[in-house]
């Protein structure tokens, strides 16, 4: 048997009488006539060659066994229709149909999170791709460009192909397990110099050379913030880290903040980045305003 091909409007009006339950239902909620929905049905199940209501015997249309399988495909295609269709309305008031994003390592996941978690339900047809890395390379993925869009910390120099927009600053802290030696108080200048120092280094040349409250001679260079914040949970060494990151370490005693007269904490200003020969789209730019509000 030969099949022939539905159209999206006797799918959806397919959908209809599945979702309300009956031809009248269905009529109202799409503004038709009773017979433009029983003649959709009809349409379909002529193109089908299936029933896919059961009308006899019953006030109400019963869906068949065929058209109750039938009814999760239907769903499928009416929703990749509706997709397309506002992806383009998207397209046509200049939204972005994907996005690029970088963000640095320093901003809390917290926030990254609620933020993206708010952009999927303001731009439901923006494809976004996330990457996460620290210091110089975020600024360097969108010099690439790799990246549309970062939410970055401080590059040396001018760096001409990049524009910058302030949008909020982590504070860093130094930290060590309770265990290590410099968790005791009264330590003496110059003592946190004794002592191995963990250190997030960077793998792009853009901050190569540049230290970030670095005051011991010894140190470990890790490429992974992660991996630093364990080590200094283990008692390996002292360093800093983000305090929101380390918030839960320190109230629950796994880390302390340590009382150092060089006071090596910092702020890490961060920067929304994107190349000077390009323009932000409204979604971009709706990103750059959230993760603002997100650090504030």
């Not at 799409?30 to 349409?43: D, K």
Request: aromatic share 4%.
């Amino acid at each position: 048997m030969k099949l022939g091909e539905p159209t999206i409007d006797q799918l959806r009006i397919f959908l209809a009488v599945a979702e309300h339950g009956s031809f009248g239902g269905a009529a109202k909620a799409m503004g038709r006539a009773v017979s433009a929905i029983s003649y959709g049905i009809a349409q379909l199940e002529a193109q089908l060659g299936l029933a896919l209501y059961a009308r006899e015997g019953s006030r109400r249309p019963v869906l068949t066994a065929a058209g109750a399988g039938l009814l999760a495909e239907a769903r499928g295609i009416a929703d990749g229709v509706d997709a397309l269709l506002a992806k383009a309305r998207s397209l046509h008031a200049g939204q972005e149909p994907s996005l690029t994003l970088v963000v640095d390592v320093m901003v809390p996941g917290e926030v990254t999170a609620q933020v993206l978690g708010a952009f999927r339900h303001t731009f439901p047809t923006c494809a976004l791709t996330l990457r996460i890395e620290g210091l110089g390379a975020v600024a360097a993925c969108v010099i690439d460009g790799g990246s549309d869009l970062a939410i970055g910390g401080p590059v040396i120099g001018d760096q001409p192909a990049l524009e910058r927009q302030a949008v909020g600053a982590i504070e860093l802290i130094p930290v060590a397990a309770p265990s290590h030696p410099l968790a005791r108080p009264g330590i003496a200048p110059g003592e946190s110099r004794r002592h191995l120092q963990l250190v997030l280094t960077d793998r792009s040349p853009l901050t190569e050379g540049r230290e970030f409250s670095v005051l011991s001679p010894l140190t470990w260079r890790l490429g992974d913030l992660g991996a630093k914040h364990a080590l200094l949970k283990e008692g390996l060494g002292w360093g800093n880290m983000p305090r929101a990151m380390v918030a839960g370490d320190l109230a629950s005693g796994a880390l302390v903040e340590l009382d150092l007269p060089e006071k090596p904490g910092a702020l890490y200003r961060l920067s929304a980045l994107w190349r000077r020969d390009t323009r932000l789209g409204p979604a971009a730019r709706w990103l750059v305003d959230a993760f603002r509000e997100g650090l504030a």
